[in-house]
């Protein structure tokens, strides 16, 4: 841009665009709102006022972000009204009382045994209340549903690495959110949530909650009108902006019942009371994910332990005395004991898995390794998939890792072995987008973050008992993005009596009484189980290892739609 020749060049125009879709959205706008903002602001009697209602009219005007439009009109609604409001009027009010809200609400009720490691922030606002949680918590993640008040936040806050900010919808928590938050937080703003958004997202933070986990939400105890509190108070969900303080209906019963279907605990409940003319009209709520954290003694199979000692008397090879001592030794040491609830034939399979962690197996499956991929893996990778961040189950001992990082930008390995985690973290010391942590053998460790892009099992799944493959599927479901891919090598193995044309079945109470210890499934199955989780197969191949004994497993490709 030049203005004056004699001057040349000050300025400059710049067009952009955002990749993706070229179709414009319109944004969902109020009417309803536009015209109470624009009432209101006729009415406003002060200065104050006038700043307020004239950016709530400017911010409803602009409408509500076009992914929440297929919500609920009254949740639609709320979510409209809760991104009008984020303006600097609002929140210059809300952080000069801060402190007295701190001091006389939150700080008395915050549990002195809870931990802080990793904090969930709901609604941060203006962060006046990151600001307090900073000075004990080691991590804070805040989340908010107005793109003005991240970039806010984000600025407020540069100069602390370890606190972070992330758009929401309103509904759902942000996938940047890793499932292992040790607190959770939300002070001032539930109390305008509708009831049904409430429970969503109670829903979503016990699952990212590790066990133990501790909760504090300040949220309404109004009534749905016409019922109403002994000041007069009632709440009409259909407009929030009617009521009193804006104020939604709920109660602390109410918050009970929805903490409960979330999987949660509510350990102390306080009423809220402003102003003691006007009485109650909140509630705190804090709450706990159940769990422990303790140690507790291994879970050991005296007929695991006795049956490879009876096999090692009997071995006749020096890789079998070398196999059956080590099978031995890792019975003894038992099961992690957070999965000591399951039924007794699942159990023994995992004790198995995880006594066959030795290295006389691992270096024949290594040297096997080039054949399996360029036979069997190779040619059944989806070209399509996305291997931006893989989760690899059952990692064992690398050599399915090494093949993958290739070409994957990230890989994180679970195993139910302690020793295979050791193993592996010194193989690949040397990868720092490569990682390992230990499973119990049904659920997905905290550290995997939801947002995988592809899921990998070859070799150890037609091990696993089919209702153990079908707990993983639902974990993996909640941890991959949509349009995330799978690849899962499992058994087609029947169940006995029913037989394969070679005469292969499986005892899934004992797979180790089963051919190469082949649990019992079958394509069918699996399909079943992958639409149950959320997942839809779209390629199943048969593998064949020799031709002579036929059909036993098969591979199953998968999305997340």
């Not at 939150?106 to 490691?117: F, G, H, Q, S, W």
């Not at 609830?341 to 096997?368: C, I, M, S, W």
């Not at 005469?503 to 051919?515: A, L, V």
Request: charged share 25%.
């Amino acid at each position: 841009v030049v203005w004056d020749e004699s001057l040349g060049v000050t300025d400059a125009i710049s067009v952009f665009k955002k990749e993706g879709s070229s179709e414009l959205v319109e944004p969902l706008v109020s009417v309803d709102l536009v015209e109470e903002a624009a009432s209101r602001l006729s009415k406003a009697s002060t200065s104050e006022d006038v700043e307020m209602f004239t950016e709530l009219k400017k911010q409803a005007e602009r409408g509500l972000d076009p992914s929440v439009a297929q919500l609920p009109e009254h949740v639609k609604g709320n979510l409209l009204r809760a991104q009008a409001t984020g303006n600097d009027v609002y929140f210059d009010h809300a952080e000069r009382d801060m402190q007295s809200h701190w001091d006389k609400f939150i700080k008395p009720n915050l549990p002195v045994d809870a931990d802080y490691e990793y904090v969930l922030e709901i609604a941060a606002g203006h962060g006046r209340n990151t600001n307090m949680l900073k000075e004990f918590s080691k991590k804070i993640v805040g989340i908010d549903i107005n793109p003005d008040n991240i970039e806010f936040l984000k600025d407020r806050f540069k100069e602390y690495p370890s606190i972070s900010f992330y758009l929401t919808n309103g509904v759902d928590i942000p996938s940047e959110v890793s499932a292992d938050v040790t607190f959770v937080y939300c002070w001032d703003a539930m109390v305008h949530f509708d009831k049904e958004v409430i429970g969503a997202y109670l829903k979503e933070v016990s699952r990212l909650m590790v066990p133990g986990a501790m909760g504090f939400i300040h949220h309404s105890q109004t009534p749905r009108c016409p019922e109403t509190l002994s000041n007069g108070y009632c709440s009409d969900p259909d407009d929030i902006t009617k009521n009193r303080h804006q104020r939604n209906a709920h109660s602390k019963e109410g918050f009970v019942e929805q903490a409960t279907v979330a999987g949660l605990t509510v350990i102390n409940q306080v009423d809220v009371v402003w102003d003691e003319s006007l009485g109650v009209t909140d509630a705190i709520s804090v709450f706990k994910k159940e769990g422990s954290s303790e140690l507790v003694e291994p879970l050991v199979s005296v007929d695991l332990v006795e049956e490879a000692a009876s096999r090692l008397s009997k071995a006749s090879t020096s890789e079998d005395v070398e196999m059956f001592t080590e099978l031995k030794k890792q019975a003894e040491r038992g099961l992690d004991p957070s999965v000591a609830q399951l039924p007794e034939h699942v159990k023994g399979n995992l004790l198995r898995a995880q006594a066959t962690g030795n290295d006389v197996y691992f270096d024949h499956a290594e040297r096997d390794m080039q054949s399996h991929w360029d036979k069997f893996i190779k040619p059944n990778l989806p070209v399509d998939a996305d291997y931006e961040y893989v989760l690899e189950i059952a990692a064992g001992h690398g050599r399915n890792t090494n093949m993958l990082k290739e070409f994957s930008k990230k890989i994180v390995g679970i195993d139910i072995n302690p020793d295979n985690i050791e193993f592996l973290k010194d193989r690949f010391k040397e990868y720092p987008s490569i990682s390992f942590y230990l499973t119990n053998g049904v659920d997905i460790p905290s550290e995997v973050s939801a947002d995988v892009t592809f899921v990998y099992c070859w070799d150890a799944m037609v091990h696993f008992d089919k209702e153990v493959i079908g707990a993983y599927l639902k974990e993996v479901s909640r941890l991959m993005v949509p349009g995330a891919m799978g690849f899962i090598h499992h058994s087609q193995t029947p169940r006995c009596p029913e037989t394969l044309s070679n005469g292969y079945c499986s005892d899934p109470d004992d797979i180790t009484k089963n051919r190469h210890q082949r649990n019992a499934h079958s394509k069918e199955g699996f399909v079943e189980q992958a639409t149950v989780a959320g997942l839809t197969v779209i390629n199943q191949v048969d593998v064949v290892w020799d031709e002579s004994l036929g059909v036993t497993d098969a591979i199953s490709v998968f999305k997340k739609d």
